[in-house]
């Protein structure tokens, strides 16, 4: 397992949506990444049961990848590194 403080010191954006309902975590996250270069990343601290299939999902169909996913008490903690640009 990655060291999860190291990934936090990386982390270009930071964004706490606890307390948010699907979909805005996604959607949170989705804008978050949309100005970074490939290889920038985000942060998501969520409560929303959906976070972890809603993430993960994403991630994988936009080519993004998943640093780190973890949900404990509830609480669902993601590292995602924003992949390269996709080619139509």
Do not use: Q, W
């Not at 010191?9 to 978050?32: D, N, Q, S, Y």
């Amino acid at each position: 397992m990655r060291d999860l403080d190291a990934l936090l010191a990386a982390c270009a954006v930071r964004i706490e949506a606890e307390g948010l309902k699907c979909p805005l975590p996604l959607l949170k996250t989705k804008k978050a990444l949309a100005p970074l270069p490939p290889g920038g990343t985000v942060y998501l601290r969520a409560t929303d049961a959906n976070s972890m299939r809603d993430l993960l999902a994403f991630a994988a169909e936009a080519g993004h990848e998943v640093l780190y996913a973890c949900e404990e008490g509830g609480l669902f903690e993601f590292v995602i590194r924003k992949g390269p640009p996709v080619r139509a």
